[in-house]
């Protein structure tokens, strides 16, 4: 008698191994699972974490449908001024949200409304509040006043802080981890010496674009908060190179570093020579190409930086002028000891075809590429053969100028798990 044959679906599996596979698929694959199946949605509703509301906003009704379906978000981004009926239903139900973001000025709260939503959101450790330029500090800083426990704001591209404000600011929120104040050009010293004096937990700050505060009084910072695990420099306008290795010596000396920004005009080797000596572990580094001006560091200089931290994960560079005729050859062999990498940007006045080959060839966890070249163009018969090994970790490459039909299939051929190329606008992205 023949043996019963027996069928077997994914679905037998226990709900805690299928959680195990859901968690590694992103999310336009989580949205194409739940709806193969309803067995599948409950799974799907517990694994996201982030949901985004833009206008119109939905009901009360939804909102409440919304929040006991998705129980388990933690992270919620609001595309509206008009913001209270949302932090209503949140502070209703049972979310344990840890992150909220509000791409707009909170300016519909009024102060009896303010008042209503205190002690409602005690376990809310990030804030990120963009754009409120019809909102003052001092709104913003009644704002704040609802999140007791806030460890991390980003500012970013606000525009509206001053020195006042980031007094006030660092008194109402004394366990401040993390800060973002990129483009806040009104911030002189006295707001780095309020974060220095009054924020003793602070880890990581982002100062792009602060063009006020001074070199001397930026290295007192960093000697009085040497526990910094991210750092985002401002620009000094300040001319001799020599003045920066003073810089460079504060920066070593905070040991738990993990990233660091610059601007490109701003560095020398001398300069990069002294970071390398470091005794941090850098995890990423980055060399923003915008800004204009003179690069003073050359390729050995960046060899010697990128050489001393071999477990970089994410990388933005740009390389030295239109002179060094082969700093795409040096910079396909610098790839090949970062094999940790997961993102890097290369820009470049010259054409950077080899560094592409390398990237496919010897990161076998690279994510994401973008290269941008001023010169030449990215064609099939401009770069060296192919590597024979292909790499099944990149999901995007992102190119300028844009390459020619061949190349592209030569890319689908050598990534197999790539999804999209892209071509950039050359003088879109801040060369």
């Known amino acids: 008698m023949a043996a019963k044959r027996t069928t077997f ?10 959680l195990l596979i859901l968690n590694r698929l992103d999310q336009n694959d989580l949205r194409s699972i739940s709806l193969a199946s309803k067995s599948f949605r409950p799974l799907t509703n517990q694994i996201v974490r982030k949901l985004t509301f833009s206008k119109p906003l939905p009901t009360d009704r939804a909102f409440r449908k919304i929040f006991t379906q998705f129980f388990s978000v933690d992270e919620i981004t609001i595309h509206s001024t008009r913001v209270g009926r949302t932090l209503e239903a949140i502070s209703s139900s049972r979310l ?4 909220l973001r509000i791409q707009g000025c909170p300016s519909s709260l009024k102060q009896n409304h303010v008042l209503s939503l205190r002690g409602r959101f ?83 700050v982002n100062f792009k674009r602060c063009g006020n505060l001074t070199l001397q009084c930026f290295c007192t910072f960093l000697s009085k908060r040497q526990n910094l695990r991210s ?17 460079a010596e504060s920066i070593s000396s905070c040991k738990n570093l993990g990233h ?10 001398e300069f990069l020579s002294v970071i390398a000596k470091s005794p941090s572990s850098l995890t ?29 994960t994410r990388l933005v560079v740009c390389l030295p002028s239109y002179w060094y005729s082969s700093q795409d050859a040096q910079m396909s062999e610098l790839v090949k000891s970062l094999p940790d990498l997961t993102d ?25 590429i973008t290269l941008r070249s001023d010169t030449g163009y990215i064609t099939s018969h401009c770069v060296a053969p ?16 844009e390459p020619d039909t061949l190349l592209k299939t030569t890319l689908e051929w050598l990534c197999p798990s790539l999804k999209k190329i892209t071509f950039l606008d050359f003088y879109k992205n801040n060369f």
Not at 96 to 99: A, C
Not at 231 to 247: A, G, I, K, R, V
Not at 285 to 306: A, H
Not at 386 to 401: A, D, G, Q, V
């Open 386 to 401: 192919p590597p024979t090994r292909k790499n099944y970790s990149i999901e995007r490459i992102s190119l300028y100028p």
């Open 122 to 204: 005690e376990k809310l450790k990030a804030l990120n509040l963009r754009w409120f330029a019809n909102a003052g500090v001092d709104q913003i800083i009644e704002f704040i006043q609802l999140f007791p426990a806030l460890e991390e704001l980003d500012f970013s591209s606000s525009g509206q802080w001053n020195d006042v404000g980031i007094e006030r600011l660092t008194l109402e929120v004394p366990n401040l981890r993390k800060i973002n104040l990129a483009g806040n050009m009104g911030l002189t010293d006295r707001s780095l010496n309020a974060l220095a004096v009054n924020c003793a937990n602070l880890e990581y």
């Open 231 to 247: 750092l985002d420099l401002p620009t000094f306008f300040t001319s001799p190179q020599t003045l920066f290795l003073s810089l």
């Open 284 to 312: 990423s580094f980055t060399i923003n190409p915008g800004g204009g001006g003179c690069i003073y560091y050359t390729m050995e200089g960046l060899s010697t930086v990128l050489c001393a931290f071999p477990c970089l």
């Open 344 to 368: 890097i940007t290369v820009t470049s006045y010259r054409p950077i075809n080899e560094t592409l080959l390398s990237l496919i060839e010897n990161c076998p966890v690279l994510k994401y």
């Open 9 to 18: 679906s994914i679905l037998d599996f226990p709900s805690d191994l299928l």
């Open 96 to 99: 344990d949200l840890k992150t």
């Open 260 to 269: 660091f920004s610059t601007n490109r005009r701003m560095i020398g080797d």
